[in-house]
């Protein structure tokens, strides 16, 4: 039995029966002595649970302002091994927010968590300083609007963008949005837009601003979220979608192998150890971009538009090498 358990179990010794004698706690606690008087101190100062002793009784009960009522811990019902995935997600969260706006909101969860774990404010500092996510080419989304953005998604709300799209030009845009996607270090809204009157996908980043309308969201099913924005390679959705077949040498099959490049991608072993992969797309954009990550290790054998385009960037970089 963890601590957790153990306090929880106190708890309920002494809901049930009134009053709980030291050794009746030891022996349903299967606990020392020492680690009992650790539990109901921590249980007193750290959760303000009303426990006090009862000389009359010899035994622990609720103080006389909780007999009666029903004095509860605060939180679910976790065990050691769930508080620790659950700070260890938090954590997770926390890195991907660069601008504080979700850990400003989970702190106070974060704080039960820790309390809930049994361990002090230099214990829990520690445990966050065991989990570290690395993030190149992060581009921020303003603060407002990601707060602005999230709040919708959930009470699925209407909002009115201004957006500047990567050409530089800026559109108002009513939208209905359906779900927040963080691809790459950054954040992107899948929303219906209402002026194109389709489903489109909305970088965070290049929102201007972000107003809640007092409208309703238009539904959209997950499934037709996916048949939409899912089929595409990466980021990058909508268009007729292609089949690209690529061949790795056997170097870089090693570790090729074991990536998932898209969740319907058809891949098997070619007999002299190169790896052959078949995978869908819509806009060779960024499939061109990982390509180019194994130039030298890697040949675009269909579609010909894709191995010919793959060919000139190669061509391209060789180019201004030789310059």
Not at 30 to 44: F, G
């Amino acid at each position: 039995m963890d601590r957790t358990e153990r306090f929880y179990k106190i708890e309920l010794l002494i809901r049930s029966r009134g009053s709980v004698s030291f050794a009746e706690l030891r022996e349903a606690l299967e606990v020392s002595p020492a680690t009992l008087k650790r539990d109901l101190q921590y249980l007193r100062d750290r959760m303000g649970a009303p426990i006090e002793y009862d000389a009359a009784d010899n035994g622990y009960r609720f103080g006389q302002e909780w007999r009666g009522q029903k004095h509860e811990l605060p939180g679910l019902w976790f065990n050691e091994k769930e508080l620790h995935a659950l700070l260890t997600m938090h954590q997770m969260l926390s890195s991907l927010d660069e601008q504080g706006t979700l850990s400003r909101h989970l702190q106070p969860m974060f704080d039960k968590l820790t309390g809930m774990l049994g361990v002090d404010e230099s214990e829990a500092r520690e445990f966050t300083r065991r989990i570290k996510l690395i993030s190149t080419a992060r581009r921020r989304a303003p603060t407002e609007c990601f707060e602005t953005v999230g709040s919708a998604v959930v009470k699925r709300q209407k909002l009115e963008l201004r957006y500047r799209s990567r050409g530089g030009v800026a559109s108002e845009r009513v939208v209905s949005p359906q779900r927040l996607v963080h691809y790459r270090n950054s954040w992107y809204l899948d929303a219906w837009c209402h002026r194109s009157d389709a489903m489109r996908r909305f970088a965070l980043d290049a929102m201007e601003s972000a107003r809640p309308l007092d409208e309703a969201a238009k539904p959209v099913s997950v499934k037709t979220l996916e048949n939409e924005l899912d089929r595409g390679y990466g980021i990058f959705a909508g268009g007729k979608e292609q089949r690209a077949t690529l061949v790795f040498s056997a170097e870089a099959a090693q570790w090729v192998a074991r990536e998932e490049w898209h969740p319907a991608q058809q891949s098997e072993w070619l007999l002299d150890g190169r790896w052959r992969l078949e995978l869908p797309y819509v806009d060779a954009t960024e499939l061109l971009m990982d390509l180019l990550r194994h130039a030298g290790d890697v040949e675009v054998l269909a579609p010909p538009e894709l191995r010919r385009r793959y060919v000139e960037r190669l061509r391209a970089a060789a180019a201004q090498l030789a310059d």
